[in-house]
Antibody, heavy 120, light 109 residues
Framework: EVQVVESGGGLVQPGRSLRLSCTTSGLSFVDYGMHWVRQAPGKGLEWVSGITWNSAKIAYADSVMGRFTISRDNAKNFLYLQMNSLRVEDTALYYC?????????????WGQGTLVTVSS | QTVVTQEPSLTVSPGGTVTLTCASSTGAVTSDFYPNWFQQKPGQAPRSLIYGTSKEHSSTPARFSGSLLGGKAALTLSPVHPEDEAEYYCLLYYGGAWVFGGGTKLTVL
């Protein structure tokens, strides 16, 4: 069984930074693309960022471009999302999602999410 | 800014057939958009149903099918079961990034 576990969420003031982490088990981490998807309270899903298995291709939603950075450490089996210059509208449940393959085409295995609250 | 549009809500009777659609503000949706469909029930993480327009996972019930219909991506459920009541989201690829639709709340009555 594939498991995806996020961590690092919490309460942060506007303008500050936060780093989310994600690790998976049940399938090789290094062979799969990864995504971050978020969901604001009571709202729909928003794709945030994705990274291929070898970090050769990285993509971001326009809403986070220049503020968020996705990265992965295949040796440690971890995915990260560095979030800078946080805004109130970044408040959401952040899901880490493992792709079906090595690229960023089919988000398949979802974690339970980590909650980020941006508020003064 | 790219907008992906879904029906906000649909209602269907058990045993019936319903088609959810997914439109792009940039024009017709084609297989190049690699449409994905997800189901989300309250309090749960989303679940992938369809990828690459019409490909089903081994865990996807046979009553779910994906297609392209009239310039949109489409998800058809037939026959509908009571447990299919949920929010459904499409996801389209825009040559670098992905964009979710706003979701369709499907009610089974």
């Amino acid at each position: 069984e594939v498991q995806v576990v996020e961590s690092g969420g919490g309460l942060v003031q506007p303008g500050r930074s936060l780093r989310l982490s994600c690790t998976t088990s049940g399938l090789s981490f290094v062979d799969y693309g990864m995504h971050w998807v978020r969901q604001a309270p009571g709202k729909g899903l928003e794709w945030v960022s994705g990274i291929t298995w070898n970090s050769a291709k990285i993509a971001y939603a326009d809403s986070v471009m220049g503020r968020f950075t996705i990265s992965r450490d295949n040796a440690k089996n971890f995915l990260y999302l560095q979030m800078n210059s946080l805004r109130v509208e970044d408040t959401a449940l952040y899901y880490c999602v493992k792709d079906m393959g090595g690229y960023i085409q089919t988000p398949l295995f979802w974690g339970q999410g980590t909650l980020v609250t941006v508020s003064s | 800014q790219t907008v992906v549009t879904q029906e906000p809500s649909l209602t269907v009777s058990p045993g019936g057939t319903v088609t959810l659609t997914c439109a792009s503000s940039t024009g017709a949706v084609t297989s190049d958009f690699y449409p994905n469909w997800f189901q989300q029930k309250p309090g749960q993480a989303p679940r992938s149903l369809i990828y690459g327009t019409s490909k089903e996972h081994s865990s996807t019930p046979a009553r779910f099918s994906g297609s392209l219909l009239g310039g949109k991506a489409a998800l058809t459920l037939s026959p509908v079961h009571p447990e299919d009541e949920a929010e459904y989201y499409c996801l389209l690829y825009y040559g670098g990034a992905w964009v979710f639709g706003g979701g369709t709340k499907l009610t089974v009555l």
